[in-house]
C-alpha cells in the first residue's frame, strides 16, 4: 500500500483526552479514532491487525472442531426473561421496537445460542457440538476509561459447546484450553499468560480465565507456589492472600463451565438411546478481539511507538524513499512491486513534500510499530544499497538492493 | 466439510410463520434462522455465503481506491442533532447509556464518517478519499416481513468519498457505479438489475438505486423507452406512469451524491492551495450483503429448492455416499480428500445412518443448492463409476472415478 493512497495520518501528540497507554498510542499511530468514551473506529491500520488476530483464533477454533456462524445482536426480552438475567445483567442495552416489544442489545450470546442450538440438536447422535462467532458486543459500562480494554462496544469471539456427559464437556474444555494457549503463543504473548481459576458462578466451582501479566490490568490473581496453580482474588480467601504473592493481570479470555443452567431455563433436553431426556451440559469460551489488540499495544511499545509481534502487524515492511531525487523513487517502485510480488506486505512511504523529510518518515516508521524498514535514499544508491532497520532490536545495516529479494522478513 | 460434523439439519416443512420466500428456504435449507422478526442468525452454511458475498464487495471496493475500516454502531446524540435527524429519522433506534447520555444505534453512518474524515484530511493535498466498511446495521422497522429483504438488524457495505470539486465527485461517482455493476455481473444479476434515477433529497437532482427485477419487489420502476432511462415510481409524475410501463424491482444498492450537506453540518471544509477554506463534497454508496443474499434465494431457486450462482455457493461439490458398504465410503472418502486437495469446497454428505437413505441425500442436494453432485454407490463403483449431477439443469452423468479430477468445477 502507498502512503500516499492510504488513509492514515499520524500525530505527534498524545491525545489529551484519553489516560490508558494503549488508546494513546494507537490513537497517536492512527490506527483507531475515538468516538466516544468507550467507543472506537477501527481505522485501515487497525482493522488489518484486527483482521489478523481474528485469522489466528479462527484457525485455531475450526482446529477444535467449532463451527462458525453469526447471531444477531437483537434479542428478545423473552429469552433474557427465561434466564433471569433481563434484571440482574446491569450492562444490558434495553431497546424499544416500534410494536413495543423490548430487546436486549446483547453482551453475550447464552440467550440466542441455546435456543438456536436447540432447534437442531435433539438426539444423542447430534452431540458434542461447538458453535463460535466473530461478532461485536455491547456493554453499558459505567465506567470506560481503559481505551480497548474495556469498551462500551467490542469485538469478540465467543463458542458455546454442547455436550451429553460432564466427561465429554471436560474432554472439550481440555481441548480449548490448548486451544487458547496456542492462540496466545501465537499472537506473542504465550510467556506472559496464565491459566486463573476464577469464580463459578452458581452453578460451578471454577471458570477459568487467561490472564496477562501487565502493570495495567484490572485483576490481581496470586500463585498458589505448592500447586503451581493460579487463582483471581475474588476467590482467594484472605489467608491466602497474605500468604501467596499477587500480580496486576489483564484477562485476555474465558472459558466457562456452564453445566445445564441455560439448557434448563430453556427446557433443553437431548433424547438418549434409550428414547429418555437427558439434561444437556454446556460450556462458553470467550476472547475479546478489540481487548487483545489493546493489551498487544500495552505490552509491544517503547519509547518511540508500537512494536508488533509479526503474526499480527497490519505490514511487514515499511519501505522509506528518502530525498528529492526520481532515481530514489522509481527505485523504491521498483523495490516495492518486488516485494509484494513476493507476497511481502508492504507499506510504502511515497510521500514527496517538502515537509516530509527523513526524519518524519523514520519517527512514523517507530511509531507505528511495523518490523522492518527499507530506506531507500540517493547516498545508498550510489553503492546500490538499501538500508534495512529491524524496529524490535533498533539495528540498522546496509545491505545491496540485490540481497532485499532473498531476506527471510515473513 | 463432513455433513455429520458440520452444524446443519434442513427440513422437510416450509416455516410456517415466513411468508417471504427467500426466508422460507433459507430456513429450510439450513442457511440462516430466526430469533424475531426481521432478525436471524447466519448459520454456517448462510456466514459461507455471506463471506462470498463480502469478498466479491471487497474486490471490487478496494479497485475503486476506497479504503476499508470499521466504524462503531454507537453514535452520540449530538452528531444527529448537527445533521437535524435525531428527530427525523422514524427508525432510528435510542439507547441511554449508564451516564445518561443518549446514543444512536447507527442505520447509517454519515454521523460518524464526516467528523471522523474531518480528523484526518484538511488540505486539498489529501482528497479525494473514499473509505467503506462492512458492518452490521440497525433499523427499527415497523414491519419486518420480507425475510433478508428488510431487516430490523442487517448486514452492510457502506462506503463515503470527499471530494474538492463537483467535477472530481462526479468522475469518482462513475466510477463506483462501474465498480457496482461489475459486482452485480459477478453476484449473476447484471442481466437483471437496472440502474435507477430517484429521488436526490433536497441537495441533490438525483440519487440512483440499482434494482434487480422481481416480482417480490417493494419498488416499481418506470422505463422512458426514448431516454432509455429508468426511473423509480417516486420521482416520476402522474402522466409519465399511464405512459410508460412499470416493473417490480428490489432495491441491491443505492449511490447518493450528498454534496455539502453533510460536511456542512460539521463545519468541515478543507483548506485550497490559496490558504482558503472551501466545501467539501460527499458521496455515499450503500449495498445490502444480507439483502443481497435474500434476494439471490429468490431468484436462484425451482421447486426442489436453492440454486447458488458459484460465484456464492456455500460449496462447490455435493459428495453423497450412498449404501452400507465400507469399499462406497472408503472410496468416497479418498474422492473428498482429491477435491480438496484441488481447492474445491466439499460438503461431503458421509451419513450412515440407516433413516438417511438415497432420497434424503439427494433431496437435501436439491434443496441446498449447491451446483454439483458426485454420487458414489456400490453400483457404480463396480464399473469404477461416479455420477455427476449439475443442479441447474438436472443433468446426470456417469463418469469414471479416475476423470473426476478433470472435470472443470470451480
Redesign the interface.
Known sequence: MRYT???L?TSKDTPADESARNAQLLIQA?YI?K??AG??????L??RV?KKIKTIIREEMNNT?A??????????KENWKKTQRWDSVDVL?K?K???GKE?A?SPTHEE?VTP?VQ???NSY?DFP?C?YQMQ?K?R???RAKSGLLRG??FLMKDAYSFHTTQEDFEAYYAIQKKAYEKIYDRLGIGHLTKYVAADGGDFSEFSHEFQTLSEVGEDDIFLDPETDTYFNKEIVSDANQKKWTSQKAVEVGNIFPLADKFSKSFDYHFIDKTGKKQKIIMGCYGIGISRIMGILAELFADKKGLVWPKSVTPFTVYLSAIGKKDAVYEKADEVYQQLKDQGIEVLYDDRR?KKVGPGQKFADFELLGIPYQIVISERLLENQQGELWTRKTGKKIDIPLTDILSLELN
Request: glycine residues 6%; hydrophobic residues 45%; aromatic residues 14%.
Open positions: 493512497q492510504y488513509f495520518k492512527g479514532s468516538e466516544m467507543v472506537y473506529s477501527f481505522l485501515p487497525g482493522l484486527i472442531g463451527i462458525e456462524l453469526l447471531m444477531p445482536s437483537l434479542c428478545p442495552y431497546l421496537l416500534t410494536n430487546v442489545l440466542i438456536l432447534r437442531f440438536c447422535k457440538v458453535v461485536t455491547f453499558n459500562e459505567a462500551r462496544e513534500e
